[in-house]
């Protein structure tokens, strides 16, 4: 079974500060990976993809790849009450056409 | 990215009844997804749907369960069968974005079995 790992949180960072949000996935062949915010009672929102080794920078958000550890990471500098949500991290399997599998998600709180 | 309307965007229903949800996107897309988000968890794929093709489902839904319609590049509908509170659920449809690979969501459909 093709999995997607991350740690549920809660993660709590005061504002201002940078929040990392950690995934790891167990496919080595996976080729795209997406990083989506989800507000509560809201639909999940794109907010970052990576596809290459490194870093991908975004505004406050930064996507790092390392598909030798098969990781890939989500930083969000300067954090603001209004980054307080569920991210989620999905990532198309190899085989998988252009299916998704998502992660559990992490909670991640900003504190004024 | 696309607009993607979805209706109802909540329902209560009894169980052993049925309920289709309408998925609109306002421009053509080869692909639509149908997700389940189940209370405080991730999103499960359903199946995927194309346009002209019987719609290709996960291990653990059925057709008979989850019927789906994909009759033009826009529409899609799930249906949700015989529900029984199980089945309350945020059922969710998404599209494939220009770039092939990334999705984009509706706005979700909230389901709740009594």
């Known amino acids: 079974q093709k999995e997607v790992e991350q740690n549920s949180g809660p993660l709590s960072v005061p504002e201002g500060a940078i929040a990392s949000l950690n995934c790891t996935y167990s496919d080595r062949g996976s080729q795209s990976f997406f990083w989506y915010r989800q507000y509560s009672g809201k639909s999940p929102e794109l907010i970052m993809s990576i596809y290459s080794n490194g870093d991908k920078e975004d505004g406050r958000f930064t996507a790092q790849l390392n598909k030798a550890s098969q990781y890939v990471s989500l930083l969000i500098r300067d954090s603001q009450p209004s980054d307080s949500a569920t991210y989620l991290c999905a990532v198309n399997p190899s085989g998988s056409a252009r299916q998704l599998t998502f992660g559990s998600g992490t909670q991640l709180t900003v504190l004024p | 990215s696309a607009v993607i309307s979805q209706k109802p965007s909540r329902d209560i229903c009894q169980r052993g009844t049925s309920l289709t949800i309408q998925c609109q996107v306002d421009s053509q897309v080869t692909m639509m997804f149908w997700y389940r988000q189940q209370p405080g968890q991730s999103l499960t794929l359903i199946a995927t749907a194309n346009q002209g093709s019987e719609a290709t489902y996960e291990s653990g839904f059925v057709i008979d369960k989850f019927p789906i319609s994909r009759p033009n590049l826009t529409f899609s509908t799930l249906t949700v069968s015989n529900m029984s509170p199980e089945d309350s659920s945020i059922y969710l449809c998404?599209?494939?974005?220009?770039?092939?690979?990334?999705?984009?969501f509706g706005p979700g459909t909230r389901l709740t079995v009594l």
């Open positions: 998404s599209v494939e974005g220009r770039g092939g690979l990334e999705q984009f």
